[in-house]
């Protein structure tokens, strides 16, 4: 298990940020981001509803493919427009796109600052933002527009025609970033109180993880994780519901 770690307000179980893509175009993507952007496969979860989770390793932070048996609606792209991912395959920054369009850069270690990841957002209002990631996310302001989870990096640049995210996650592309906590329940409704908007409320997954999600301020997605691989058996699992109290 990681160490307890946080940011300025947030108890973070693992420093790093996670990201979720969807696709409906499986092989070809697992083939790209195994073998041209050299991540190692890590687990198989099944999501329900026709759709299975990819897990690859991203220096700590786990990329989600998550491939859905049915057509994925069309919908504008989320606010997620690239990754960036430190990879001593490279010398300098290598600029790619997997089958689906979805933009990738590899880049050496430490470029940029960048250690593990880094996800670029094109944002509306970069005010809203500069609030959202420094006040209601509580992360550590890294550089210009550059906030910092644990060792990943979010960067955002206002531009025009940016539209809402979908109200649907299960679309093509970068679709949420996940951040694991050490109890959900508590900062899912710290978030709410400092003005996120609510996604979904708190919600266990049989014996995996206890999850909730919020939105920014153009309606991006982002799971807040309570995973028990991490924190050890979260509330309402069998593991919990058997656990003896202490005292």
Request: glycine fraction near 12%; aromatic fraction near 8%.
């Amino acid at each position: 298990m990681f160490a307890r770690w946080h940011t300025a307000g947030m108890k973070l179980a693992k420093p790093c940020i996670d990201v979720g893509l969807f696709t409906t175009n499986l092989e070809p993507m697992l083939r790209f981001w195994q073998e041209e952007a050299g991540l190692p496969f890590e687990e198989l979860l099944k999501l329900g509803g026709g759709a299975q989770q990819h897990r690859h390793g991203m220096n700590g932070s786990v990329l989600k493919v998550n491939a859905s048996r049915d057509p994925l609606p069309e919908e504008p792209p989320a606010g997620y427009r690239e990754l960036f991912i430190a990879s001593r395959r490279v010398t300098g920054p290598t600029r790619l796109a997997d089958p689906d369009g979805n933009a990738v850069t590899l880049v050496p270690p430490g470029h940029d600052g960048i250690t593990g990841i880094m996800v670029l957002m094109a944002v509306s209002d970069g005010d809203a933002f500069h609030r959202f990631y420094g006040e209601v996310l509580q992360f550590e302001a890294a550089g210009a527009n550059t906030y910092r989870g644990g060792d990943s990096l979010v960067r955002f640049e206002e531009r025009p025609g940016v539209q809402r995210a979908a109200d649907t996650m299960r679309a093509p592309g970068y679709r949420y970033l996940t951040v694991q906590v050490w109890d959900v329940d508590s900062e899912h409704a710290g978030l709410v109180a400092r003005g996120a908007e609510e996604g979904r409320a708190p919600v266990t997954l049989g014996t995996t993880a206890r999850i909730s999600f919020v939105r920014d301020p153009d309606g991006n997605w982002i799971e807040i994780s309570q995973r028990a691989s991490l924190t050890g058996p979260v509330p309402g699992s069998p593991e919990q519901a058997w656990k003896v109290p202490e005292g």
